[in-house]
């Protein structure tokens, strides 16, 4: 399928990092754009405003080898919402020569404005698979988290976050399970106060995850005010 490239920015919708950029290099191999003109901007932490200003840099240098080119932008672990309405005028007007790919891991985390400018490509991901051991251990975890000590919390903010690229798929899985937990209770007609107590647990546990994929705060911070609050 190949897109009127002169329409849309496209925004592709994927959990796998992986997965959402070869699908762009894929659309850039369909509408015969050279690798040389194919670029990739990747980031260690959510896309600020200043990440966004090197971007549009790239965005308007012209093609070398092809008649349009091609920029990526891996927004997989997210992008300020500074940087997206950095993004506003130019995904709306792109230059003539140039396709604007943004990846992003859900859709519910960027602004309508930017939605609205985007041609919207939603990938059908894996569903995460919990062993039984793993879902037992993010069990006790979301039933001792509300009754623990203050140290005990830090301590696990602490080994949470010794791995940055971790934090994100930690709250996803956790949040995987908490549904499952809500779910059963209130099919199981439980006691009120504990669907609210894992209502409740979800929602602050949704929370930091989305904003640690739209600011840059430091995730042990932000686990730690999680967990303490809980």
């Given at each position: 399928?190949?897109?009127?490239?002169?329409?849309?920015?496209?925004?592709?919708v994927?959990?796998?990092?992986?997965?959402?950029?070869?699908?762009?290099?894929?659309?850039?191999?369909?509408?015969?754009?050279?690798?040389?003109?194919?670029?990739?901007?990747?980031?260690?932490?959510?896309?600020?405003?200043?990440?966004?200003?090197?971007?549009?840099?790239?965005?308007?240098?012209?093609?070398?080898?092809?008649?349009?080119?091609?920029?990526?932008?891996?927004?997989?672990?997210?992008?300020?919402?500074?940087?997206?309405?950095?993004?506003?005028?130019?995904?709306?007007?792109?230059?003539?020569?140039?396709?604007?790919?943004?990846?992003?891991?859900?859709?519910?985390?960027?602004?309508?404005?930017?939605?609205?400018?985007?041609?919207?490509?939603?990938?059908?991901?894996?569903?995460?698979?919990l062993?039984?051991?793993?879902?037992?251990?993010?069990?006790?975890?979301?039933?001792?988290?509300?009754?623990?000590?203050?140290g005990?919390k830090?301590?696990?903010?602490?080994?949470?976050?010794?791995?940055?690229?971790?934090?994100?798929?930690?709250?996803?899985?956790?949040?995987?399970?908490?549904?499952?937990?809500?779910?059963?209770?209130?099919?199981?007609?439980?006691?009120?106060?504990?669907?609210?107590?894992?209502?409740?647990?979800?929602?602050?546990?949704?929370?930091?995850?989305?904003?640690?994929?739209?600011?840059?705060?430091?995730?042990?911070?932000?686990l730690?005010n999680?967990?303490?609050?809980?």
């Open positions: 399928m190949r897109y009127n490239v002169n329409m849309h920015s496209f925004l592709i994927s959990k796998n990092r992986q997965t959402a950029i070869d699908y762009a290099f894929g659309l850039c191999k369909k509408n015969q754009i050279d690798k040389f003109d194919s670029g990739l901007l990747t980031f260690e932490k959510a896309i600020g405003i200043e990440d966004i200003r090197n971007f549009l840099k790239q965005v308007i240098l012209k093609p070398i080898r092809s008649k349009t080119k091609a920029v990526v932008l891996d927004g997989s672990k997210g992008l300020t919402t500074e940087a997206q309405n950095a993004l506003l005028k130019i995904l709306e007007v792109p230059p003539d020569n140039t396709i604007i790919y943004i990846t992003v891991p859900n859709k519910n985390l960027v602004l309508p404005t930017v939605l609205s400018r985007c041609k919207i490509i939603e990938l059908k991901d894996k569903s995460i698979d062993s039984k051991q793993e879902t037992t251990q993010y069990l006790n975890i979301l039933v001792s988290l509300p009754s623990s000590g203050i005990e830090l301590k696990l903010a602490q080994d949470i976050a010794k791995n940055k690229d971790e934090v994100i798929p930690w709250l996803e899985r956790i949040i995987l399970v908490a549904r499952k937990v809500l779910i059963e209770n209130i099919k199981n007609k439980n006691d009120p106060y504990l669907i609210s107590q894992y209502l409740n647990i979800l929602v602050s546990i949704n929370k930091t995850h989305v904003i640690l994929k739209t600011t840059n705060v430091n995730p042990r911070l932000a730690e999680l967990f303490l609050n809980l």
